[in-house]
């Protein structure tokens, strides 16, 4: 059972920086895509970003790119989310998930994480 834990969420200002993580176990983390995902209050899980398995192919939304970078360190089982620049529309629970490429693009996931809390307040 594949087992994904966020962490780095917190409370930040306007036009700040914050660097999520999400631990893997129980699977085969270097041989899977990682995607990053987020719901604001009130609505639905969106996609955020996505990287494949060797990191070669990395995909945004229209709302981060620019200010968002995904990365991986598969000899730490571990994906993460440099997000800069932020603003309080980032305001949401920020989940990881692993699947295949096409079903993270698509709001899907075969596992997801338990989610990390990013407030974005001045």
């Known amino acids: 059972q594949v087992q994904l834990v966020e962490s780095g969420g917190g409370l930040v200002q306007p036009g700040g920086s914050l660097r999520l993580s999400c631990a893997a176990s129980?699977?085969?983390?270097?041989?899977?895509?990682m995607g990053w995902f987020r719901q604001a209050p009130e609505k639905e899980r969106h996609f955020v970003a996505l990287?494949?398995?060797?990191?070669?192919?990395?995909h945004y939304s229209d709302s981060v790119k620019d200010r968002f970078t995904i990365s991986r360190d598969n000899a730490k089982n571990t994906a993460y989310l440099q997000m800069n620049n932020l603003n309080t529309e980032d305001t949401a629970v920020y989940y990881c998930?692993?699947?295949?490429?096409?079903?993270?693009?698509?709001?899907?996931?075969?596992?997801w994480g338990q989610g990390t809390q990013v407030t974005v307040s001045s």
């Open positions: 129980g699977g085969t983390f270097s041989s899977s895509a």
């Open positions: 998930g692993t699947g295949y490429l096409a079903q993270l693009v698509q709001d899907t996931a075969e596992y």
């Open positions: 990287i494949s398995w060797d990191g070669g192919v990395k």
